[in-house]
C-alpha cells in the first residue's frame, strides 16, 4: 500500500472556504452567515506554514471564553494531522514537530492590545472580526510581520453581520467592491533619502451562506429549519448576508415588549409628557458630553514636555563645550574630569525628576483609560436608551396618525362643524410637535455616534503616550546614563594614559646611554600604551541620537496636545450650534 493510499483525510473544504484560502491578497474577510464553516477555513488557514520552524500564527477572539470551541475544534484536527504536536492549555499555544507555533489569544478591551507589543506573527486569524474595533485590528496590522526567511505574512479574518465594529469592517471590506473583487489601496511612503515610493495593498470579502456548506446541512437537515425559526433580526445576522435593519429588530424580544408598552403608555394629548419625552436621557448625553470635555481639558503634558526641553538644552550645552577638540583632554586631565562629572550630576538631576513626572502622568493615563472604557460603555447604553425612546415614539405617531387622526379628520368632513375641524387640526399638530422631539432625540442619538469615536481617539493617544513614556523610561534614560558613565571611564583611562606617557618619557631620558635597540622598543611601547582610546566623536554621536530621541517625543506631545485642543473647540461648537439650534426651536 502506498502512502498516499495509507492518507486520511482530516479535513475538506467546500467550495466557498476554498476560494477564501485560495486567495492572494494580505486581508480577506470570510462572512456573513452562520453554518458556512468560516471558523474551520480559519483553523485550517493558520496550518499552512507549520513546516517551517520559525513560523508563528495568532488566532484572536474578543474573550477567552469565547476561544473554547475554536480549541476544542484544534484538538480535533490538529492532532490528528499532526498527532506529534503538542498543546500547552496554559499558554494557550500549539508546538508542532518543526518547532511552529500557534497562539489562541483575546483582546477583550481596547487597551489589551499592548499585551501584543513587540511581537511578531506571519500569520494573524480574526474570527467573529465584528467584535473588534477598528483600533484593535489596525494595531495587530503592524505585528503582522515575518518573523524569518521564507513564510507569507497575511491576515485573514470571518464574521457575521452585527456587532460593535459591524460599521467599520463593512466599510473596510464589503462597500468598497463587490464580493470577490480585489480592494486595492495605495501608500506612500518617504525614505530617508527623500524620496517616495508608491506601495499597494490589497483585500478582498468573500461572502459566506449556510447553503454554501452542504455537509453541514446533510448531516443535520433540521439545521437550516433551527436557523429559520430564530428572532428576525438574529435570523437577519445568522442566515443572510445582510446588516440588520436600523428598526425594532435590533432589539431583543424583552426590549421590544419594553417599547410596546412604552408606546402604548405615550399620550400626545398631554403636552408636558410631549415636552420631557426623553428629557432624561438628553440630560444624561449633556452630563456626559461635559464629562467627556473635562476628560480632554485634563490631557496636558506641558509640564513634561518643559522638563524634556530643559534635559535636550543641558546635553546639548555639554555636547558645544566638547568641539574643542579630543585633544584638550591632555590638557587639564583633572579639571576636565571635574567639570564632565558636575555636568553629569546637573543632568541626571533633571532626567530624574522628568522619570519622577513621567511615572506619574503614565499611572494617571492608565487610570483614565480604564476611565474612558467605562464612558464608552456608558454612551453605548446611552445611546440603546435613545434608540428605544426613539422606535417606540415613531410606533406610536405612525399609530395616531393612521387611527386616531384619521378618525378626527374623517369626522370633520363627515359633519363639516368648525369644532371637528379644529379638533383634526390640533391633534395633527401635536403629531408634528411630537415629530419634532423625535428629530430632537435623533439628534441627540447622532451625539452619542459621534462621542463614540471621539472618546476612542483620546483614548488612544494616551495609550500611545503611555508606550512612549515606557519606551523613554525603560530604554533612552537608561542608555544616557549608561553612556554617560562610560564617558567618564573614557576620561579616567584617557588621564592614566597621560600619566604612563610622562613616566615613559622620563625613563627614556634616564635610559638614553642604554642601546639603542632598547630605545626603540621603549619607545614602541609606549606609542602602543596610547592605542585603543575611545574616539569621543562616538560618545558625542551616541548624545545626538538620545537628543534626538527626545526631540520625537516632543513633536509627539505637542501633536496630541493639538488634537485634543481641535477636539475640544469642536466640542465647544457642537454643543453651542445644538444649543443655538434648540432656542431657534423654542422661539
Given amino acids: 500500500m502506498s502512502r498516499t493510499e495509507r492518507a486520511v483525510i482530516v479535513w475538506k473544504p467546500q467550495p466557498r472556504q476554498l476560494e477564501f484560502m485560495r486567495r492572494p491578497e494580505p486581508e480577506a474577510l470570510y462572512g456573513g452567515a452562520a453554518g458556512g464553516g468560516k471558523s474551520d477555513a480559519l483553523l485550517i488557514e493558520a496550518l499552512r506554514q507549520v513546516h517551517i520552524p520559525h513560523y508563528r500564527a495568532l488566532i484572536l477572539r474578543k474573550t477567552y471564553p469565547q476561544l473554547s470551541d475554536l480549541v476544542d475544534k484544534s484538538q480535533m484536527y490538529y492532532r490528528r494531522a499532526f498527532p506529534e504536536a503538542q498543546y500547552n492549555a496554559t499558554s494557550h499555544v500549539w508546538v508542532f514537530p518543526s518547532g511552529a507555533k500557534i ?5 477583550q478591551y481596547t ?69 470577490g473583487t480585489p480592494i486595492v489601496e495605495e501608500y506612500t511612503v518617504r525614505r530617508p533619502d527623500g524620496t517616495e515610493q508608491k506601495l499597494q ?94 476628560n480632554v481639558k485634563s490631557k496636558d503634558l506641558g509640564e513634561v514636555g518643559e522638563l524634556l526641553s530643559g534635559v535636550v538644552k543641558e546635553l546639548k550645552s555639554f555636547d558645544e563645550e566638547e568641539e574643542k577638540g579630543f585633544f ?41 483609560v480604564a476611565l474612558l472604557d467605562k464612558m464608552y460603555e456608558l454612551n453605548l447604553t446611552y ?53 419634532k422631539k423625535l428629530h430632537d432625540l435623533e439628534l441627540t442619538r447622532m451625539i ?5 469615536p471621539q472618546i ?33 571611564g573614557v576620561e579616567h583611562s584617557t588621564q592614566a594614559a597621560a600619566a604612563q606617557r610622562q ?30 582610546i575611545v574616539d569621543i566623536e562616538t560618545l558625542k554621536a551616541t548624545n545626538e541620537t538620545l537628543i534626538s530621541t527626545l526631540d520625537e517625543v516632543m513633536a509627539i506631545q505637542k501633536e496630541g496636545r493639538e488634537k485634543r485642543q481641535a477636539a475640544e473647540a469642536e466640542l465647544k461648537v457642537m454643543e453651542q450650534d445644538l444649543k443655538t439650534k434648540l432656542l431657534e426651536i423654542h422661539s
Avoid at 590638557?331 to 553629569?344: G, L, P, Q, T
Avoid at 396618525?401 to 391633534?427: V, Y
Avoid at 635610559?511 to 585603543?532: H, P, Q, V
Fill in 103 to 107: 497562539w489562541f489569544g483575546s483582546m
Fill in 111 to 179: 487597551k489589551d492590545r499592548t499585551n501584543y507589543q513587540g511581537k511578531a506573527y506571519d500569520f494573524i486569524g480574526f474570527d467573529e472580526l465584528t467584535h473588534f474595533e477598528w483600533d484593535e485590528y489596525s494595531y495587530m496590522m503592524s505585528r503582522n510581520r515575518p518573523t524569518g526567511p521564507g513564510t507569507r505574512v497575511y491576515m485573514r479574518a470571518t464574521t457575521n453581520p452585527g456587532g460593535i465594529g459591524h460599521g467599520w469592517v463593512k466599510a473596510r471590506f464589503i462597500t468598497p467592491a463587490p464580493p
Fill in 201 to 294: 495593498r490589497a483585500r478582498v470579502f468573500i461572502p459566506s451562506s449556510i447553503f454554501d456548506n452542504p455537509a453541514l446541512l446533510q448531516n443535520d437537515p433540521g439545521y437550516l429549519a433551527s436557523l429559520a425559526a430564530m428572532p428576525e433580526a438574529e435570523k437577519q445576522a445568522v442566515v443572510k448576508t445582510e446588516e440588520p435593519p436600523m428598526d425594532e429588530t435590533i432589539l431583543t424580544e424583552e426590549e421590544r415588549k419594553m417599547v410596546d408598552e412604552f408606546a402604548k403608555q405615550i399620550d400626545l394629548t398631554n403636552s408636558g409628557l410631549v415636552l420631557q419625552y426623553g428629557a432624561g436621557t438628553q440630560k444624561k448625553m449633556a452630563d456626559f458630553s461635559e464629562s467627556a470635555l473635562e
Fill in 328 to 368: 584638550g583632554i591632555f590638557k587639564k586631565a583633572s579639571n576636565k574630569i571635574e567639570s564632565m562629572k558636575v555636568k553629569y550630576a546637573k543632568a541626571e538631576t533633571n532626567v530624574n525628576e522628568i522619570v519622577k513626572v513621567l511615572e506619574s502622568h503614565q499611572v494617571q493615563m492608565l487610570k483614565d
Fill in 383 to 435: 445611546f440603546k436608551e435613545l434608540s428605544m425612546y426613539i422606535l417606540a415614539g415613531k410606533k406610536k405617531l405612525e399609530e395616531a396618525r393612521s387611527t386616531q387622526l384619521a378618525e378626527l379628520m374623517a369626522k370633520a368632513e363627515r359633519t363639516g362643524l368648525p369644532e371637528d375641524a379644529q379638533a383634526a387640526k390640533d391633534f395633527d399638530a401635536m403629531c408634528n410637535r411630537f415629530e
Fill in 448 to 452: 452619542s455616534i459621534q462621542t463614540a
Fill in 456 to 488: 476612542r481617539l483620546v483614548q488612544n493617544n494616551d495609550t500611545l503616550m503611555v508606550e512612549k513614556i515606557q519606551s523613554t523610561i525603560v530604554n533612552t534614560i537608561p542608555l544616557w546614563k549608561s553612556q554617560m558613565v562610560l564617558a567618564l
Fill in 503 to 532: 613616566v615613559t618619557d622620563m625613563t627614556n631620558e634616564l635610559l638614553r646611554k642604554n642601546a639603542e635597540k632598547l630605545k626603540i622598543a621603549t619607545t614602541e611601547t609606549a606609542k602602543e600604551s596610547e592605542r585603543g
